[in-house]
């Protein structure tokens, strides 16, 4: 199935309505906090999977910020307050986790940007709640990174997960890596904040097919 403009609008549009796309503009350079030590080639083999599906590349440190992309995996919100420095990553630390246990919410992304808007640093945080738990480290890691390689509406994927089985193995669903790979193409902006980039993207995604 190819993706109507429309629904690649829908992928990128806020709840608070506004259009927001944006796609890594140096190579990411991730870190994991808080997993068994036999799970991070699985969270690391994801993300290379889906990195080089979008072109673009991974490094072992940014020669700015040492890594861009920190994982944290917890037990309970609450855990952040304590970890020192946190509250200089995340604004107003103490509201947002306030905040997310309010929701029930067992998972939230915050991204940095560069001046020209691309993602420059993102932070990811799982809350490994039961749903998380029973998922398994293939699942949980390749849905994660398809999540933080572009930056998506918050509910992009709350009716159905950007992951398919495709004879028993775990992939991506078509769809999605089709957008992905229009969205890092090098003649589009690393960044936009007007609904017609959804149309140029429906454009490469037609090609593609």
């Given at each position: 199935?190819?993706?109507t ?42 993300l290379?999977?889906?990195?080089k ?33 946190m ?79 495709a ?33 140029r ?9």
């Amino acid at each position: 199935m190819t993706m109507t403009a429309e629904q690649i609008e829908t992928l990128f549009t806020r709840r608070d309505g506004q259009f927001a796309f944006a796609r890594w503009g140096r190579p990411i350079a991730p870190v994991a906090f808080g997993i068994e030590e036999d799970a991070l080639p699985v969270v690391k083999g994801a993300l290379e999977a889906v990195v080089k599906l979008a072109g673009h590349d991974m490094a072992e440190t940014d020669t700015e910020l040492g890594s861009n992309l920190m994982m944290f995996f917890f037990a309970d919100w609450a855990e952040l307050l304590d970890v020192p420095g946190m509250d200089g990553l995340v604004p107003d630390l103490a509201g947002q986790v306030e905040r997310l246990q309010a929701a029930g919410a067992n998972q939230y992304r915050f991204f940095r940007f560069e001046e020209n808007g691309a993602i420059k640093a993102a932070f990811v945080f799982l809350r490994m709640d039961e749903s998380l738990q029973e998922m398994s480290a293939q699942v949980l890691a390749l849905s994660q990174a398809v999540q933080v390689i572009l930056l998506w509406s918050e509910d992009a994927f709350q009716e159905q997960s950007p992951l398919a089985l495709a004879d028993e193995a775990l992939v991506l669903r078509p769809e999605v890596a089709d957008v992905i790979r229009a969205a890092y193409d090098p003649v589009m902006p690393p960044a936009a904040n007007d609904p017609t980039h959804a149309l140029r993207l429906a454009a490469r995604v037609q090609v593609a097919s």
